[in-house]
């Protein structure tokens, strides 16, 4: 019964994350060159903060791998780690076109109010050995529920088209990830 529960998650995470493609925009509803790389410093902003909350998934992920023992659990967090790796290399490249002024400005933004993760990431460690599965999932479940609001608030504010779609796929995986977190038996 585990094993096609697990199918069943990671299928609906990639579904959900966006993995399984998108179809191509025709003539009538692709966007003009500017409107698909004009980042604004709001979105400049929401790419910085991004970068660095999917640093600290990618933190809470290895330790994950590392410590982590039930198997629907580790094949999520996989699921996780390859997603995430993926659109980190996206916002790096996007915030690098957009110039040195906004990656600047980025990296003058304070990051560490916006989530808990170093408390999560302590925690996770010092978790005894039989409670690594639950602590992580507690964790990424808070986690990820921040990555969701800050996605859903860049589509809500932001400017560039293409940074507003990959807010809306990060909205919608993070959310169906701590859906899929609470499912678990780990918690």
Known sequence: MRRPLTAVLLA???????????????????????????????????????????????????????????????????????????????????????????????????????SDAAAGLARLRAAPAGQVDRVLADVLAAHQRTAANLARAQVQAGTSARVRDLAGRIERSRTAEVALLAKLPAR
């Open 12 to 114: 609906a995470l990639l579904a959900t994350a966006g993995c399984a493609g998108q179809p191509a925009p025709t003539a009538a509803t692709r966007p003009g060159p500017a409107a698909e790389t004009a980042t604004s410093g709001i979105d400049a902003l929401f790419l910085a903060m991004m970068v660095a909350h999917t640093e600290q998934t990618l933190e809470l992920v290895q330790v994950g791998l590392d410590r982590g023992t039930d198997p629907e659990l580790r094949t999520l967090i996989a699921a996780v780690r390859a997603t995430e790796t993926d659109e980190l290399a996206t916002m790096r490249g996007w915030l690098r076109e957009a110039g040195p002024s906004a990656v600047a400005a980025a990296e003058r933004h304070d990051h560490s109010g916006h």
